[in-house]
T-cell receptor
Framework: KNQVEQSPQSLIILEGKNCTLQ??????????LRWYKQDTGRGPVSLTI?????NTKSNGRYTATLDADTKQSSLHITASQLSDSASYIC?????????????FGRGTQLTVWP | EADIYQTPRYLVIGTGKKITLECSQT?????MYWYQQDPGMELHLIHY???????EKGDLSSESTVSRIRTEHFPLTLESARPSHTSQYLC?????????????FGPGTRLTVT
């Protein structure tokens, strides 16, 4: 069964600190993996996308890694800011369907305190 | 930020009422999607469209219906709202079908049925 599991479910850190969010997936055949940021009451916004051959991708203070062998990904946030408070969702696509089926994790709810 | 809009943003309505959630995009995307998201849970695909006059049901069974008469417009209708329909509804669009095309999300409609 294709699944995406994220940990931790929630995380609280102090402003300026770093943190790492985890994503494990069983989606096959794998196409790509995206990390989305979803602010409260808003739609998800894409942060990074990685294909099978990529093992790291950065977007400002966000760095995503991918290990396609172990089917794990992480999102590292450096020097956190209050505006980083949001839900971070791991989304994996398969390449076995015309639609490009997306499998969503439940997200990690990050809270950054001043 | 993606040019995809949803109205209303929040809706509280009584049981049995008919409602239509609006979604429009100005990017000229052929592919559009409706997702349902409960708090702390993953997004579930309930409807999608490949283009005008094309609509398909998604993975999660839904009593809602959709229509696609114009490329830019993809409304979702509930003929008789029930408390079980209380949820957040997210609309998305993409340039093409397939895993390599990013889906752009609207801000969502938070529906509460009393």
């Amino acid at each position: 069964k294709n699944q995406v599991e994220q940990s931790p479910q929630s995380l609280i850190i102090l402003e300026g600190k770093n943190c790492t969010l985890q994503c494990n997936y069983t989606v096959s055949p794998f196409s790509n993996l995206r990390w989305y940021k979803q602010d409260t009451g808003r739609g998800p916004v894409s942060l990074t996308i990685m294909t099978f051959s990529e093992n790291t991708k950065s977007n400002g203070r966000y760095t995503a890694t991918l290990d396609a062998d172990t089917k794990q990904s992480s999102l590292h946030i450096t020097a956190s800011q209050l505006s980083d408070s949001a839900s971070y969702i791991c989304v994996v696509s398969d390449r076995g369907s015309t639609l490009g089926r997306l499998y969503f994790g439940r997200g990690t709810q990050l809270t950054v305190w001043p | 930020e993606a040019d995809i809009y949803q109205t209303p943003r929040y809706l509280v309505i009584g049981t049995g009422k008919k409602i239509t959630l609006e979604c429009s995009q100005t990017m000229g995307h052929d592919k559009m999607y409706w997702y349902q998201q409960d708090p702390g849970m993953e997004l579930h695909l309930i409807h999608y469209s490949y283009g005008v006059n094309s609509t398909e049901k998604g993975d999660l069974s839904s009593e809602s219906t959709v229509s696609r008469i114009r490329t830019e417009h993809f409304p979702l209708t509930l003929e008789s709202a029930r408390p079980s329909h209380t949820s957040q509804y997210l609309c998305a669009s993409s340039e093409g079908a397939g895993a390599r095309y990013e889906q752009y999300f609207g801000p969502g409609t938070r529906l509460t049925v009393t």
